[in-house]
C-alpha cells in the first residue's frame, strides 16, 4: 500500500467552478503538508505549505489538513484555465531534514473556458 | 524564491554512454536533492544531499552517483545509460533551518535512452 494515495483524475471543471482536490495517507506520523502545481514540461512549483491540522488560505487557494482522518484537501475557488495543471499533494514527518518527503502521483486538472 | 536550473532540459542518447546531468541553484541552499518522475507516479528520491562533501543515497535504487563539491552544485551521472533509465529527473533544494523546509524544484531534465 502507497503512504499516500491521490485521486488520478483527470478532473475537468468549467471556468468558475470550485475545485477540490484531495489526498490520503497512512503515515500518522506525518505532520507537513504541502501542495505543488506542475505544469506540462515544467518542475513542481510550491503552492500551500501547512503544519500539523487546520486551514489555511492563499488568495483563491485553501489547503486544509485532518490529521485525524489523514487527509489533505486543496480547494480552489473561481478556477481559471491557468489553473490547468497537474496538482502533487507532498507531506513529510521529520523536522529538520526533510528527505522522507513522501508525494502523491498527482491529479491532472483541466478548467474550460 | 529558489532559483534552480538543470540542464540539458530534454537529452536523447545511445545505449551505453556515460551522461551527466547539471543542476545549480543560485539561492545558497544546504539540503539538494535529485527526483526520478515517471508519468502517472510519483515522485521518487534517488539522491540528496545536506551540504558540501555530503551525500545519501534516496529510497528508490539507482545506479547513478552524485558528487557536492560545492554548494550551488549537484550534477548527477549514470555511467553507462540504460533503457531503464529513461524518465524524467527533477532536481530539488531547501534551505537549512528550524522545522521542515519546503523543497523547491528545477524544471526537470527528460531523458530519453535508446
Known amino acids: 500500500q502507497k503512504e499516500v494515495e491521490q485521486d488520478p483524475g483527470p478532473l475537468s471543471v468549467p471556468e468558475g467552478a470550485i475545485v477540490s482536490l484531495n489526498c490520503t495517507y497512512s503515515?500518522?506520523?506525518?505532520?507537513?503538508f504541502m501542495w505543488y502545481r506542475q505544469y506540462s514540461r515544467k518542475g513542481p512549483e510550491l503552492l500551500m505549505y501547512t503544519y500539523s491540522s487546520g486551514n489555511k488560505e492563499d488568495g483563491r487557494f485553501t489547503a486544509q489538513v485532518d490529521k485525524s482522518s489523514k487527509y489533505i484537501s486543496l480547494f480552489i475557488r473561481d478556477s481559471q484555465p491557468s489553473d490547468s495543471a497537474t496538482y502533487l499533494c507532498?507531506?513529510?514527518?521529520?523536522?529538520?531534514?526533510?528527505?522522507?518527503?513522501?508525494f502523491g502521483a498527482g491529479t491532472r486538472l483541466t478548467v474550460k473556458p | 524564491e529558489a532559483d534552480i536550473y538543470q540542464t540539458p532540459r530534454y537529452l536523447v542518447i545511445g545505449t551505453g554512454k556515460k551522461i551527466t546531468l547539471e543542476c545549480s541553484q543560485t539561492m545558497g541552499h544546504d539540503k539538494m536533492y535529485w527526483y526520478q518522475q515517471d508519468p502517472g507516479m510519483e515522485l521518487h528520491l534517488i539522491h540528496y544531499s545536506y551540504g558540501v562533501n555530503s551525500t545519501e543515497k534516496g529510497d528508490l535504487s539507482s545506479e547513478s552517483t552524485v558528487s557536492r563539491i560545492r554548494t550551488e552544485h549537484f550534477p548527477l551521472t549514470l555511467e553507462s545509460a540504460r533503457p531503464s533509465h529513461t524518465s524524467q529527473y527533477l532536481c530539488?533544494?531547501?534551505?537549512?533551518?528550524?522545522?521542515?523546509?519546503?523543497?523547491?524544484f528545477g524544471d526537470g531534465t527528460r531523458l530519453s535512452i535508446l
Open positions: 530539488a533544494s531547501s534551505p537549512q533551518g528550524s522545522g521542515n523546509q519546503p523543497q523547491h
Open positions: 507532498a507531506m513529510s514527518a521529520s523536522r529538520g531534514n526533510n528527505n522522507d518527503m513522501r
Open positions: 503515515n500518522s506520523a506525518f505532520q507537513y
